[in-house]
């Protein structure tokens, strides 16, 4: 009899560290797959699905911050671009310094209207000058907002009989938007813009 009871409590003993184990083994299968499931959640809010040409392509979004330098330079580059890239015509000179105004807050407008005033464009008009502009580099110091750049290009005044390169370098702030938009894409604004050095360079050519 004591032995049948023996086997008993052994078979209990057995029976209850099964149970215990497989409880266990229940409790990390289940916090396993709710730890999946969360991060499948995760990825695919970062997913982006959009329809272009009747396709269906997916993007992955990402945090500003991992880009914003680049973002930065995209947007100074664009501004200056439009700003100083240049036909000799007057509504195409219009509507490219009129996308470039969007970029830009009033010290933009304001040196637009010192070279209007100047009679900058008419000289490239009446004179038949192409203006294209190459951005060689944009230095940018992201330690503090509003973002502090200097943008180092070259412009090409293109005549007929000649080219004339121009060393262009400029400097002012961008401040980060809170709304993006269709003529302002980055959400950023530049601002206390102002031109360092704007001059031939070769000296000797007029």
């Not at 005549?159 to 121009?166: E, I, T």
Request: net charge positive; aromatic share 10%.
């Amino acid at each position: 009899m004591f032995t049948q009871l023996k086997n008993i409590d052994r078979a209990f003993q057995h029976i209850k560290k099964f149970s215990i184990a497989f409880l266990v083994a229940c409790c990390l299968l289940t916090a396993s797959v709710v730890y999946l499931c969360f991060a499948e959640i995760g990825k695919a809010s970062n997913r982006v699905m959009i329809l272009y040409n009747g396709k269906v392509l997916e993007a992955f979004a990402s945090e500003r911050k991992q880009n914003i330098a680049v973002e930065l330079r995209d947007h100074i580059r664009t501004f200056h671009t439009l700003f100083f890239s240049l036909e000799p015509d007057e509504k195409a000179i219009a509507a490219g310094i009129g996308k470039a105004l969007y970029l830009a807050d009033g010290s933009a407008k304001q040196e637009w209207e010192n070279l209007k005033e100047a009679g900058y464009y008419n000289n490239l008009i009446s004179a038949n000058i192409s203006q294209q502009l190459e951005v060689d580099s944009i230095h940018l110091d992201l330690n503090a907002s509003p973002y502090r750049f200097t943008c180092y290009a070259t412009q090409q005044l293109i005549r007929a009989s000649s080219k004339v390169l121009r060393k262009l370098v400029t400097r002012g702030e961008i401040r980060v938007l809170q709304t993006q938009t269709d003529n302002n894409p980055h959400g950023f604004l530049i601002q206390h813009w102002e031109t360092l050095i704007n001059q031939n360079t070769n000296p000797s050519q007029p």
